[in-house]
């Protein structure tokens, strides 16, 4: 599979790897858009959201608890965090692998950009 991220979960490409098991990765953003910024993909590429299907519920809800444990290893989860999935292009999605976005470790601006 041509997947950037396919690429990174096979360790094809580097990573800075903070996480992973059978199911999930979670690696260090290479553009960080805040002190804390981690992706988590499911292994199985997924294209985004709108690729989900019923079997895919249990995935997408550990993914969710693997964003919990980083947030709590980086200390982050009672100070406050954001997952973020981006869908399709308005909602600036430019790698086509589903990816939950953990950022953390300042202040957020709310309506998001
Ligand atoms: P999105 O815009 O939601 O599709 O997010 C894609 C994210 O992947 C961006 O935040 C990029 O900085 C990040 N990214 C792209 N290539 C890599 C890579 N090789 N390693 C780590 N992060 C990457
Ligand atoms: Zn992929």
Redesign the pocket.
């Given at each position: 599979m041509e997947c950037?991220?396919c690429k990174?979960a096979r360790k094809e490409?580097?990573?800075?790897i903070v996480y992973e098991d059978e199911l999930a990765l979670a690696?260090?953003?290479?553009?960080?858009?805040a002190p804390v910024?981690i992706?988590i993909i499911p292994r199985k590429h997924i294209h985004n959201n709108l690729s989900l299907t019923e079997e895919d519920k249990p995935l997408m809800g550990h993914l969710f608890l693997v964003a919990n444990r980083i947030a709590s290893e980086k200390g982050i989860a009672e100070r406050g965090f954001r997952t973020?999935?981006?869908c399709n292009a308005e909602?600036?999605?430019?790698?086509?692998h589903l990816?939950l976005?953990l950022l953390g470790g300042r202040p957020m601006k709310w309506p998001p950009g």
């Open positions: 950037i991220f990174i490409i580097p990573s800075k690696f260090e953003d290479i553009n960080p858009q910024h992706l973020v999935v981006n909602a600036g999605q430019t790698v086509f990816h976005h």
